[in-house]
């Protein structure tokens, strides 16, 4: 098996480990939290940090009137399918394909994982937004608009008095090591190419 | 010849009171400038943690407080023979078991001498045991959730004094009777006393797994008076110490009837021989009445169960279990140094101090050199046991703590200072003044192998200028001393809760990481627990009436209740749905007879309300839990006792 051949059988592996760990982290800081609440973003699934960090997110954020956290989205059925299917993809172009279809590959996962990014972001700011017109507290932006609370897609904000963070963990690295592998198999299968 | 030694002693108090103003005045002109260091000693910044632990005795307020040291925080009083309206303990149906007795329900006592639980000899930081002087009880607090969670009585037995202190692996808990009394009791003249009454040494086993506790055997031992007691440990492990006083068996005016003889006793107690003796059947089952009362965290319900009968020994049955030894003259305290080798007799009324050999002990009883009997039980001789004696270090000498550095501390009543001395060569080293009239001190681990002697706290008894005046009635209160270096530096008062009599310590880090934040709501075995607002209800069976309630931030469910009738039983079961730490919730109903209820997350309580007056009557939450607290309330429609208002209950939404 070629070199190149080697490096993408790796890089179409790589990507299950977002069935290991988890694939992103929303942090919650505030001073009544020396323990930060936090709540865990799995392909298929939503967990708590600590024991109960969700209840009490929720707790927390129906005084705004923000909807609970569900148990589940259909996301948690559709991504665990796609990661599944271009793993599948990626496995038999490592055997059959040639360098070229690793750059196709690498396209593909961009793309998909482009619109997964985007997803999350819509789900966060409905969650952030669409909020109970019955909520207890109600808060404005300085132009007189209905505040939202929709946690940051990258990076760090403040909402009221809490500082949120919200970051990839292992399974996104797993994740973009395997997209940036198949663009370095792709370079190197390109080289070889060449040489030959 | 009383009188002389009153004179005398009155004489000698105060000379002391004029030397220990000049140590005070020493100390203050070093403080002056010093001031400053001595403060940072004790600063704790904020945000930070204390080092140490220490459990406090609330005396007669029958509770223990927890401080922080080196600052001298209250962070806690953990109700355990007292009611507490602040935690709703033994107001509360769940607990009320606990402050069970065979004299009925005695909601109060003396809290005297706590001690944490052991393994090898050191402090393990699982329980901590403490003695009801009153009512003999021993409870026992589990300090993962710095609750009260067992409390056993103890029959045959009368001022529970000479407790709670435990062997080394925590196989026994020791709760020895200061007063003898008729075993079993019986209606008798007093003037009979001597010969006729008895003094029970009980021995509580203690589960290693769980902790429960039950007594194993009692030791029924001549009508003397037992004072303090401390386990051997290290070579005289399998031994338990007992002062007495009152060797004369006087049953009035004690004072001076039981202040004639020269020596009175310690009773040496090898409870490893006893306990065989035991295992093989011996000893005598006796009917007695008792109470053992036991919490159980998953049902967060306590029971009550008497118990009929307990097992005696009578110390002639088991020969070379039980030995006397000679210490002038009322002694005390009784404490034993980190090797198990000294054992000290503080007598009050002793120009001395006495410190016995437990390896000439062992050797005088070897070779049975005996000075004669006591009711049949060896007396050895006061030569041949004694390992020296610190020549008059104070007036009063009460308790004795040791740093492990080979160096000993006792207290002193009347001259009221903390005296540090060396162990063998019985020379004092050190001395510093107590405000005032100082009891026992504490070393964290100071009763185990591995004392931290790094702080000796003092308690004391009378505080007259050291603090705000408050009426006639001033704190008692602790001090810290540094005893890190030759000499003891005061670095802190700090007032403290009821009268302290002793006191526990051990590192935080012994216990804080075993801390409890919540109770699992999913572990909840209370059975009227309501996990979810779904759960819950009102059930009416005859006049009784039970309501499932829970309770979150910042509702109650139901919050509209109504058929409920004047002359009800009215319970209210109430959960708490929180799983955050440091989240509690009160409720109290108007114009109930009891406390508020304070509920820790995923717990339930109950508190009975019997309405007497029809009307609308509101409940609330008791404890400020979220910005909403005020809004959290709720109502309860009472109608007359023969109205037929159908049982219903809501919430979020008009009943009618
Ligand atoms: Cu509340």
Same mark, same amino acid.
């Given at each position: 098996?070629?070199?190149?051949?080697?490096?993408?059988?790796?890089?179409?592996?790589?990507?299950?480990?977002?069935?290991?760990?988890?694939?992103?982290?929303?942090?919650?800081?505030?001073?009544?939290?020396?323990?930060?609440?936090?709540?865990?973003?799995?392909?298929?699934?939503?967990?708590?940090?600590?024991?109960?960090?969700?209840?009490?997110?929720?707790?927390?954020?129906?005084?705004?009137?923000?909807?609970?956290?569900?148990?589940?989205?259909?996301?948690?059925?559709?991504?665990?399918?796609?990661?599944?299917?271009?793993?599948?993809?990626?496995?038999?172009?490592?055997?059959?394909?040639?360098?070229?279809?690793?750059?196709?590959?690498?396209?593909?996962?961009?793309?998909?994982?482009?619109?997964?990014?985007?997803?999350?972001?819509?789900?966060?700011?409905?969650?952030?937004?669409?909020?109970?017109?019955?909520?207890?507290?109600?808060?404005?932006?300085?132009?007189?608009?209905?505040?939202?609370?929709?946690?940051?897609?990258?990076?760090?904000?403040?909402?009221?008095?809490?500082?949120?963070?919200?970051?990839?963990?292992?399974?996104?690295?797993?994740?973009?090591?395997?997209?940036?592998?198949?663009?370095?198999?792709?370079?190197?299968?390109?080289?070889?190419?060449?040489?030959? | 010849?009383?009188?002389?030694?009153?004179?005398?002693?009155?004489?000698?108090?105060?000379?002391?009171?004029?030397?220990?103003?000049?140590?005070?005045?020493?100390?203050?002109?070093?403080?002056?400038?010093?001031?400053?260091?001595?403060?940072?000693?004790?600063?704790?910044?904020? =945000? !930070?943690? /204390?080092?140490?632990?220490? #459990? *406090?005795? $609330?005396?007669?307020?029958?509770?223990?407080?927890?401080?922080? %040291?080196?600052?001298?925080?209250?962070?806690?009083?953990?109700?355990?023979?007292?009611?507490?309206?602040?935690?709703?303990?033994?107001?509360?149906?769940?607990?009320?078991?606990?402050?069970?007795?065979?004299?009925?329900?005695?909601?109060?006592?003396?809290?005297?001498?706590?001690?944490?639980?052991?393994?090898? =000899? !050191?402090? /393990?930081?699982?329980?901590? #045991? *403490?003695? $009801?002087?009153?009512?003999?009880?021993?409870?026992?607090?589990? %300090?993962?959730?710095?609750?009260?969670?067992?409390?056993?009585?103890?029959?045959?037995?009368?001022?529970?004094?000479?407790?709670?202190?435990?062997?080394?692996?925590?196989?026994?808990?020791?709760?020895?009777?200061?007063?003898?009394?008729?075993?079993?009791?019986?209606?008798?003249?007093?003037?009979?006393?001597? =010969?006729?009454?008895?003094?029970?040494?009980? #021995? *509580?086993?203690?589960?290693?797994?769980?902790?429960?506790?039950?007594?194993?055997?009692?030791?029924?031992?001549?009508?003397?008076?037992?004072?303090?007691?401390?386990?051997?440990?290290?070579?005289?492990?399998?031994?338990?110490?007992?002062?007495?006083?009152?060797?004369?068996?006087?049953?009035?005016?004690?004072?001076?009837?039981?202040?004639?003889?020269?020596?009175?006793?310690?009773?040496?107690?090898?409870?490893?021989?006893?306990?065989?003796?035991?295992?093989?059947?011996?000893?005598?089952?006796?009917?007695?009445?008792?109470?053992?009362?036991?919490?159980?965290?998953?049902?967060?319900?306590?029971?009550?169960?008497?118990?009929?009968?307990?097992?005696?020994?009578?110390?002639?049955?088991?020969?070379?279990?039980?030995?006397?030894?000679?210490?002038?003259?009322?002694?005390?305290?009784?404490?034993?140094?980190?090797?198990?080798?000294?054992?000290?007799?503080?007598?009050?009324?002793?120009?001395?101090?006495?410190?016995?050999?437990?390896?000439?002990?062992?050797?005088?009883?070897?070779?049975?050199?005996?000075?004669?009997?006591?009711?049949?039980?060896?007396?050895?001789?006061?030569?041949?046991?004694?390992?020296?004696?610190?020549?008059?270090?104070?007036?009063?000498?009460?308790?004795?703590?040791?740093?492990?550095?080979?160096?000993?501390?006792?207290?002193?009543?009347?001259?009221?200072?903390?005296?540090?001395?060396?162990?063998?060569?019985?020379?004092?080293?050190?001395?510093?003044?107590?405000?005032?009239?100082?009891?026992?001190?504490?070393?964290?681990?100071?009763?185990?192998?591995?004392?931290?002697?790094?702080?000796?706290?003092?308690?004391?008894?009378?505080?007259?200028?050291?603090?705000?005046?408050?009426?006639?009635?001033?704190?008692?209160?602790?001090?810290?001393?540094?005893?890190?270096?030759?000499?003891?530096?005061?670095?802190?008062?700090?007032?403290?809760?009821?009268?302290?009599?002793?006191?526990?310590?051990?590192?935080?880090?012994?216990?804080?990481?075993?801390?409890?934040?919540?109770?699992?709501?999913?572990?909840?075995?209370?059975?009227?627990?309501?996990?979810?607002?779904?759960?819950?209800?009102?059930?009416?069976?005859?006049?009784?009436?039970?309501?499932?309630?829970?309770?979150?931030?910042?509702?109650?469910?139901?919050?509209?209740?109504?058929?409920?009738?004047?002359?009800?039983?009215?319970?209210?079961?109430?959960?708490?749905?929180?799983?955050?730490?440091?989240?509690?919730?009160?409720?109290?109903?108007?114009?109930?007879?009891?406390?508020?209820?304070?509920?820790?997350?995923?717990?339930?309580?109950?508190?009975?309300?019997?309405?007497?007056?029809?009307?609308?009557?509101?409940?609330?939450?008791?404890?400020?839990?979220?910005?909403?607290?005020?809004?959290?309330?709720?109502?309860?429609?009472?109608?007359?006792?023969?109205?037929?208002?159908?049982?219903?209950?809501?919430?979020?939404?008009?009943?009618?």
């Amino acid at each position: 098996m070629k070199k190149s051949n080697i490096i993408m059988l790796i890089a179409a592996l790589l990507p299950l480990g977002l069935f290991l760990f988890p694939l992103w982290r929303i942090t919650l800081e505030a001073p009544q939290y020396p323990i930060p609440l936090a709540m865990n973003i799995h392909i298929n699934d939503f967990s708590d940090v600590h024991p109960h960090d969700i209840k009490n997110i929720n707790l927390m954020n129906h005084y705004v009137g923000m909807k609970y956290i569900p148990e589940a989205i259909p996301e948690f059925k559709i991504f665990p399918a796609g990661i599944i299917i271009t793993t599948f993809i990626g496995l038999i172009i490592a055997f059959k394909g040639n360098y070229k279809w690793f750059l196709y590959w690498f396209v593909l996962m961009v793309l998909l994982s482009s619109a997964g990014m985007y997803d999350f972001y819509i789900w966060e700011h409905d969650y952030g937004h669409n909020l109970d017109p019955k909520a207890i507290m109600k808060f404005t932006n300085p132009d007189g608009t209905v505040m939202g609370f929709q946690p940051p897609l990258f990076g760090s904000k403040d909402i009221l008095n809490f500082r949120a963070h919200s970051y990839p963990r292992l399974g996104a690295l797993f994740l973009g090591l395997g997209i940036a592998m198949s663009l370095f198999a792709y370079f190197v299968g390109k080289k070889h190419y060449k040489n030959s | 010849m009383k009188n002389i030694l009153k004179l005398t002693l009155t004489i000698l108090s105060a000379l002391v009171a004029l030397t220990s103003c000049n140590n005070s005045g020493k100390s203050d002109s070093r403080s002056g400038a010093l001031a400053g260091n001595v403060a940072e000693k004790v600063y704790v910044a904020p =945000g !930070e943690h /204390d080092e140490f632990y220490a #459990f *406090i005795s $609330g005396g007669f307020s029958g509770q223990l407080s927890v401080y922080g %040291l080196p600052s001298g925080r209250l962070f806690k009083v953990i109700p355990v023979f007292s009611q507490d309206a602040e935690k709703a303990y033994g107001y509360n149906e769940e607990t009320k078991p606990m402050l069970n007795t065979s004299h009925g329900f005695v909601p109060w006592d003396d809290s005297h001498h706590p001690d944490i639980s052991q393994t090898g =000899g !050191e402090i /393990d930081g699982r329980w901590i #045991f *403490i003695n $009801g002087n009153n009512t003999p009880r021993i409870a026992k607090i589990d %300090l993962s959730t710095f609750e009260t969670t067992e409390i056993i009585e103890v029959p045959n037995s009368a001022g529970n004094h000479s407790s709670s202190f435990v062997t080394e692996n925590t196989e026994y808990v020791v709760a020895g009777t200061r007063f003898s009394v008729p075993v079993p009791q019986k209606d008798m003249p007093i003037s009979e006393y001597k =010969g006729n009454f008895k003094g029970a040494l009980s #021995f *509580i086993s203690v589960d290693p797994e769980h902790g429960h506790m039950d007594i194993k055997f009692q030791l029924i031992m001549p009508g003397f008076d037992y004072d303090l007691s401390h386990p051997g440990r290290g070579k005289s492990h399998g031994w338990f110490f007992f002062t007495t006083y009152n060797s004369e068996e006087a049953s009035t005016l004690l004072e001076v009837n039981a202040s004639q003889n020269d020596k009175d006793f310690i009773a040496a107690v090898n409870w490893k021989k006893i306990e065989e003796y035991v295992n093989n059947g011996g000893g005598t089952m006796v009917p007695a009445n008792y109470a053992h009362n036991i919490y159980d965290e998953d049902t967060h319900t306590a029971t009550s169960t008497m118990k009929k009968e307990v097992l005696t020994v009578n110390p002639l049955d088991v020969p070379g279990a039980v030995y006397f030894l000679p210490t002038p003259k009322s002694p005390h305290g009784c404490d034993v140094d980190p090797t198990g080798e000294y054992i000290v007799g503080n007598g009050k009324l002793s120009a001395n101090l006495t410190v016995h050999s437990f390896t000439k002990m062992l050797d005088a009883i070897e070779n049975k050199k005996f000075a004669g009997d006591a009711y049949g039980i060896p007396i050895l001789n006061f030569e041949d046991v004694l390992a020296g004696s610190v020549e008059q270090p104070g007036l009063g000498p009460l308790h004795t703590e040791f740093d492990g550095k080979g160096n000993a501390y006792t207290t002193f009543f009347i001259s009221s200072e903390v005296v540090k001395w060396k162990l063998g060569t019985w020379e004092v080293v050190d001395r510093q003044p107590c405000y005032y009239s100082v009891g026992h001190l504490m070393i964290p681990g100071g009763n185990s192998q591995k004392p931290w002697g790094k702080y000796v706290v003092a308690m004391n008894k009378i505080t007259k200028d050291r603090y705000l005046p408050t009426g006639p009635e001033v704190t008692q209160s602790a001090q810290l001393y540094d005893i890190s270096g030759d000499k003891m530096e005061l670095l802190l008062d700090f007032p403290t809760i009821g009268e302290p009599h002793y006191a526990a310590g051990c590192p935080a880090d012994l216990i804080k990481p075993r801390s409890k934040k919540i109770f699992k709501l999913e572990d909840n075995k209370h059975p009227f627990a309501a996990k979810s607002e779904a759960d819950t209800k009102v059930v009416r069976d005859g006049k009784t009436v039970h309501i499932y309630m829970t309770m979150i931030r910042s509702h109650f469910s139901p919050d509209n209740i109504e058929g409920i009738k004047v002359g009800d039983k009215v319970y209210f079961h109430v959960t708490n749905l929180e799983q955050d730490y440091d989240v509690p919730h009160g409720v109290s109903m108007i114009g109930a007879n009891t406390s508020e209820l304070l509920i820790m997350p995923g717990q339930t309580e109950t508190f009975l309300w019997e309405p007497k007056q029809e009307g609308v009557w509101p409940f609330y939450c008791t404890d400020f839990c979220s910005a909403l607290h005020q809004e959290m309330q709720g109502y309860v429609r009472v109608s007359p006792t023969n109205a037929n208002t159908p049982l219903k209950w809501s919430l979020g939404e008009d009943i009618e």
